[in-house]
């Protein structure tokens, strides 16, 4: 999400653009109970029970709830989160893919933001 930020902030690609990559990015990202079942955290009756108490609650988020009935641990559910994380589609495949911005454009821009972490991440030790 960072990354289609800045290429908004740049002008690369505008708010509806970005609004729409974050979305088809969402929409990639795997299912926490999948997660779950395909590591063997849980049982597939572990998952559909806290499906059934996520409908009971609709705010509750299912790592919570799985972790509040005992079904996973606080460290279960962070390596989960993770493994989430990296397995969704990069912000930069997708706005390539819809065309929002050329590739040689994405990545001139990833290259520049990659140096902007970097540069950031080095400051924040310094400090």
Do not use: W
């Amino acid at each position: 999400m960072h990354f289609g930020l800045y290429l908004v902030k740049s002008q690369v690609i505008d708010c509806e653009q970005f609004v729409k990559a974050l979305e088809l990015q969402l929409a990639s990202r795997l299912q926490l109970g999948g997660l779950a079942l395909e590591t063997g955290k849980m049982t597939v009756k572990q998952v559909f029970k806290v499906l059934r108490l996520q409908c009971d609650t609709p705010a509750g988020l299912f790592g919570e709830i799985a972790v509040d009935h005992g079904f996973l641990n606080e460290n279960d559910l962070s390596s989960l989160l993770v493994m989430q994380s990296v397995r969704q589609r990069p912000m930069a495949e997708i706005v390539i893919e819809h065309q929002f911005a050329s590739k040689e454009e994405v990545l001139r821009y990833l290259e520049s933001y990659r140096q902007g972490q970097q540069t950031y991440l080095g400051n924040a030790v310094l400090n």
